[in-house]
């Protein structure tokens, strides 16, 4: 059964502390996305990699937020300093290519708390 | 800016009533459109796509596409308490990317 994992599913952190999100891609999939999730903003895209290079980060904040793809099966979301304001929901993405149809699976999220 | 807009809700119906979500979009270009069910506390989950005008039909669900005015629908048949849920719509544009903007979704809630 493949599905998208990420890690940890849920963080409380204190405000000024570094937060690092992982992600495992479904195998195969060569399209990773980023996103976060508020009450107040919805569903907004941080950053997209295709075949691990990064191709679009505008929706990040630069000064904190940073992402990678060291490997085919690993994406990181890291944050420092964390902010109150980073309270959110992010979730990671897959998808086979970026082609017209191709579906988004979506990993289970990984809840944040910044205090 | 490309925008997609939903009205956010909530939208309630009985049992067994249809229930319609509609959903906007800015950009003309526009090529596929999805419907995504998001559970409160869970991931979204996509339920249907389409790129094609006119209607598509899977199961109790049915997307209707019209380009001209630049809106999708989701129709849900002979509703249940279980498809109460948040249903997020996202439009992929043209260009190689193909990253999709999402609206902010329609909450649903489907009443005994």
């Known amino acids: 059964d493949a599905r998208v994992t990420q890690t940890p599913r849920d963080k409380v952190t204190e405000m000024g502390q570094e937060v690092t999100m992982r992600c495992q891609p479904i195998?195969?999939?060569?399209?990773v996305f980023w996103y976060r999730q508020t009450m107040k903003q919805g569903l907004e895209l941080l950053a997209y990699?295709?075949?691990?290079?990064?191709?679009?980060d505008s929706g990040m904040p630069k000064d904190r937020f940073s992402a990678e793809m060291p490997d085919a099966t690993l994406a990181t979301l890291k944050i420092q300093p964390s902010e109150p304001r980073d309270s959110a929901v992010y979730f990671c993405?897959?998808?086979?290519?970026?082609?017209?149809?191709?579906?988004?699976?979506f990993g289970p999220g990984t809840r944040l708390t910044v205090l | 800016q490309k925008e997609v807009e939903q009205n956010s809700g909530p939208l309630s119906v009985p049992e067994g009533a249809i229930a319609s979500l509609n959903c906007t979009y800015s950009?003309?270009?526009?090529?596929?459109f999805f419907w995504y069910r998001q559970y409160s506390g869970k991931s979204p989950e996509l339920i249907m796509f389409?790129?094609?005008?006119g209607d598509k039909e899977d199961g109790r669900f049915t997307a209707q596409l019209n380009k001209a005015s630049q809106y999708v629908s989701l129709l849900i048949r002979d509703s249940q308490p279980s498809d109460s849920a948040t249903y997020l719509c996202?439009?992929?544009?043209?260009?190689?990317?193909?990253?999709?903007?999402f609206g902010r979704g329609t909450s649903l809630i489907v009443h005994p």
């Open positions: 389409i790129y094609s005008n």
């Open positions: 950009d003309r270009g526009s090529q596929s």
């Open positions: 195998l195969g999939h060569n399209t």
């Open positions: 993405a897959s998808a086979p290519t970026s082609g017209r149809n191709n579906e988004q699976f």
């Open positions: 996202a439009v992929k544009g043209a260009g190689g990317s193909y990253i999709p903007t």
């Open positions: 990699f295709r075949n691990r290079a990064p191709l679009d």
